[in-house]
């Protein structure tokens, strides 16, 4: 097994990309989809971090309030603070933490990053695309199958994206594997959900798929698959047996490994 008794500050990314708890929902869905992230640390105003900001968060404010206004499209923002969303007291370490430990809490708090603070500071945080890095860099060669979760969270690529938008929140699951005929075609997650914020509820989730999905064999060592993933900032790997998908490996599967 791989030592992953690494300092977390090692892995961090910084500087942070932060939003204020006064600014309204729909400043963190722009912010979210313009800076290509997951989740965005809330600050209060005197800069210090008070709360997180997820795509699910946003996810579920977008449709809830789509839902009570006749007509609306896939996603409606009410003109709200983000301070009234956001979770509060966000889980961080100190840098000095070990990644072992932060990937373990990953795992325990089913969340895909944790912040690092430094001298009573937020410094940065760790995601589980961080943990891709290392795992790539430690070159750990254990089979794609030992960590892969089954079944696999698929929806047709006919299927309207209201459909896949609601499952994703009803599965709780960031991403949905798009099939034609069994087969993956693409991927459908938060990211495409937000982008599709202005289109008609019955759009084919065809049309708003992310088409650039990585399938890999079961054999695949997990190091190949996160090198892939990292250069791809592909968030998941569909892994196939025998010829057919069988499973997924998600960024909480390849904190499993670290941690």
Same mark, same amino acid.
């Given at each position: ?44 105003? @005197? ?51 070990? $990644?072992?430990?932060?990937?373990? $809490? ?18 940065? $945080?760790?995601?589980?695309? @961080? ?54 075609? &693409? ?10 914020? *202005? ?18 064999? *079961? ?27 069988? &499973? ?12």
């Amino acid at each position: 097994m791989a030592n992953f008794e690494i300092p977390a500050r090692e892995y961090m990314s910084s500087p942070l990309k932060t939003v204020r708890g006064s600014s309204f929902i729909d400043h963190a869905h722009r912010q979210l989809q313009q800076l290509r992230v997951s989740a965005l640390p809330v600050v209060d105003d @005197d800069d210090r971090v008070v709360g997180v900001i997820s795509r699910t968060d946003v996810l579920k404010v977008g449709r809830r309030e789509a839902n009570t206004r006749p007509g609306a499209r896939l996603l409606a923002f009410p003109a709200k603070p983000i301070s009234e969303f956001m979770t509060p007291d966000p889980i961080s370490v100190s840098a000095d933490t070990p $990644l072992s430990e932060v990937a373990a $809490l990953m795992q325990k708090h089913r969340v895909h990053r944790i912040f690092v603070d430094e001298d009573g500071e937020t410094v940065g $945080l760790v995601t589980t695309r @961080d943990l891709m890095h290392a795992i790539r860099e430690k070159q750990v060669r254990y089979p794609l199958s030992d960590y892969m979760s089954s079944p696999l969270f698929t929806i047709r690529a006919t299927e309207p994206v209201s459909m896949a938008t609601e499952r994703l929140e009803k599965a709780r699951i960031t991403g949905l594997v798009v099939v034609d005929d069994e087969w993956p075609v &693409g991927i459908f997650t938060q990211v495409e959900a937000l982008e599709s914020r *202005e289109h008609p509820r019955d759009t084919p989730v065809e049309q708003v798929m992310n088409p650039a999905i990585l399938v890999l064999d *079961e054999h695949t060592p997990v190091f190949r698959a996160a090198a892939q993933a990292a250069v791809m900032q592909a968030r998941r790997v569909v892994v196939t047996r025998d010829g057919g998908p069988e &499973g997924i490996v998600t960024g909480l599967d390849f904190a499993r490994i670290v941690g």
